[in-house]
């Protein structure tokens, strides 16, 4: 019987003028494709599954199917002519070092052995770092053939490998290889065939009575950095931009616009009020008005705004006015009078109530007076906010329920001076954001974080400077957010409104220091000596602080753990993944990731001898899905239910490693390839932020021992901690209903308690601020019959199971 097995390539060419039999070769093809046809659709495999391997087929002078990437330095891609077979093959030169690739997409069974196979030719490969020239599959470094250096004529390479948990991977014809290259290399004949597969039928036994250790609730905690719209237009209320003018008026940055005639503004650069020029309007006396302002203010029917401006000025500006404009009506504005104007800068506060809804409002301040008036500072803000932050968005963070948030960065941490955020607001610098683009006002500094802690209900976790920084700056921080009202920062700190001391337990030294994209980034031999220098100053001011060390699995991780063991309680990790082909692939790229830092780390602990006794483990304290355009102002990316369907599988992994993971730190919580995305007025999940929620909220704590093959689902179970309700969970990331059996072993069920449900339209289904959302958290009612356990198609199924 003809199988999929027996199905052959063939490809046709001509040998020394040997020609093939046309009927023949017609009436050949036309009996293997009747043959294949006749087989049942879920046998039929393409066992050659790579669209134009020979490279024969162009479309504008490239190869249809594949495309050239650039990984680092400069290569040339080329169609070429000396070919193994046929007429043409590709070709990557480079002579200053790159590494670079031809690639191709292609769709393939999970679970299920394939052979790679292609054909290289080289001329004078160097490696300046990279391996040579190589065929891999995209984002598994174990996938890859040997490595071709030197001048070779054409050889063959080959892989044989499980494609496990993937349905679509990403072939490379690789030059350099994880570093650069230089030289030139050929490829031709790039084939992947399928050699065996099993048939996927989901089960898992679950084993109610053996638990594993408790899952902490500290990997559900969140990363908010001021980068973005992440806390400025995310969390915190103001609706000013650069406030403080830090920007000139009227400059293409400024968002402020000169009202009335151009010459009347100047920055002087005499008059200096939080660290910046001050920008001066001087008048005519001609009864014209001039002044200044921001427009695309977002403004809601009857609802009450609040202000205040810092002004001074010669006695005949007055009066001054604070217009707040929502049409171009002579109706549709308020307006705030100043009578009197001082030479001294005052503060004057102000309350509008909007008689429209409208994104096109607009602030203005202006005199129809003489002399100059001066303006140092505005402040805009709906009335209802929630000492300074938007209410509409901490609803959703206390629905999000975190146990924890860790601030200010990320990359900004290491070029901020948290003295910078200290005291009246007015009166804090604004700064060129060191990290990230525009600028940092300060208007959120530690008070301000401590605050929003407390009104979501977290604790706080705040990162110092590692890298422009020092251990004095750093231990100072410490004692002015820990120490009593006795110390000279504590003292300082109840100047400034707070007696009493915050209590800040986690602390970690510097972000990513391993990174050259780091502000004060140095060698690991001399960045272990800062850390302890760090470690030991904080230490000093407060010995209950559980310090977090800067890690990357590698050699960096490895140093850190032999010299700095004895100088931090948890070690820090970070991993980003970007969109996949393939539903699976995308999903499971996120446990997969985790597997593999929590598998480095239990290495770690066997091989190292400086870890004997101790028991640091991990911080994960960014990780998520980061890709796709920015939408949400800097790296505002949407998400959609596939990426929701990865948060959940990565939960799970989480649950699975709970050993050894201790936090993790979902980056970031706002608009910055955030869980909730706003828009000017309106705040919602999501989708990622839906299963974070749900999770947190709903799934139990202690894991108990699973068994089996759920593929190509991913299953959990965990007791609540009360001992009497176990939480299963089903993500399905799938287009097709599957079926699975669940055998539950000594467990007795009482009742179903709740069923919930996050599901979509297609897997590019999202939520958008101020429109109906397309994924939902639901509670559904439907019979549970867990030996045949129907899970319907993208989806995320969560069981509360009353039982013993």
Known sequence: MFTQNHHRMIKIRKHNGSKINSKLTWWLLFVLVGLSLALPAQNRVEKQVIKNFSFEELKNDRPVSWRPVTYQGKANFDVDYPAHSGQKSVKISSSTGADASWSTVVQVRPFSKYRLTGWIKTKDVMSTGGKGVLLNIHGIEKLQTKALIGTNDWTKVELVFDTELNDALQVNCLFGGWGKATGEAWFDDITLEFLSGRTLKPQATIYADQKLAPVSKYIYGQFIEHLGRCIYQGIWAEMLEDRKFYYPVGSADSPWKIYGEPHSLHMNPLLIYCGVPVPEIRLKGDGQPAGLFQAGLALQADKKYTGRIVLAGDPGVAPVKVRLVWGDGKNDSQVFTIEEVKPDYEKYYFSFTAGKTTNQARLEIVSEGSEAFRLAAVSLMPADNLEGFRPEVIKLLRELNSPVYRWPGGNF???????????????????????????????????????????????????????????????????????????????????????????????????????????????????????????????????????????????????????????????????????????????????????????????????????????????????????????????????????ALGIAAGLHEYYRQADIIYMANYAQTVNVIGAIKTSKTEAVFDTTGLVLKLYRNEFGTVPVKITGQPEP??????????????????????????????????????????????????????????????????????????????????????????GK
Not at 544 to 566: N, P, T
């Open 413 to 643: 941490v290491s070029g901020y001076n948290w003295k910078d955020g200290i005291g009246d607001p007015d009166r804090r610098p604004p700064r060129k954001n060191p990290a990230w683009q525009g600028i940092e006002p300060n208007d959120v500094g530690l008070h301000e974080f401590m605050t929003f802690c407390r009104l979501v209900g977290a604790e706080p976790y705040i990162a110092v400077n590692s890298g422009q920084g020092n251990e004095t700056l750093a231990a100072e921080e410490v004692e002015y957010v820990n120490g009593s009202v006795e110390t000279p920062m504590g003292k300082w700190r109840a100047q400034n409104g707070h007696p009493e001391p915050f209590g800040c337990r986690f602390w970690s030294i510097g972000n990513e220091m391993y990174g050259d994209w780091q502000l004060g980034h140095m060698p690991l031999k001399d960045y272990v000596k800062r850390h302890n220098r760090f470690a030991k100053a904080m230490k000093a001011v407060d010995p209950s602080i559980i310090l977090v060390g800067v890690g990357a699995v590698g050699e960096w991780s490895v140093g850190m753990l032999k010299h700095c063991s004895d100088h931090m309680q948890l070690i820090s990790e970070h991993f980003y993944v970007q969109e996949k082909p393939g539903l699976l692939s995308h999903v499971y790229q996120v446990p997969r990731a985790i597997r593999r830092i929590a598998e480095a780390h239990r290495r770690y602990r066997k091989t190292i001898p400086e870890l004997r006794g101790k028991d640091i483990k991990i911080a994960l304290d960014e990780w998520n899905y980061w890709y796709g355009p920015y939408v949400y102002g800097e790296l505002g990316t949407q998400y959609f239910l596939k990426d």
């Open 713 to 802: 689902l991913d299953v959990m179970a965990a007791w609540k901690e009360d001992g009497k309700v176990l939480t299963v969970a089903v993500v399905n990331p799938t287009h097709e209903p599957q079926k699975i059996s669940l055998d539950f072993k000594n467990f007795s069920l009482i009742k179903v308690e709740k069923i919930f449900r996050i599901t979509g339209s297609s897997e590019k289904a999202c939520n958008v601020p101020g429109q109906d959302p397309e994924v939902k958290i639901e509670e559904i009612g439907e019979d549970f019959h867990p030996e045949s356990l129907t899970v319907v198609p993208l989806s995320i199924t969560l069981y509360q199971l009353a």
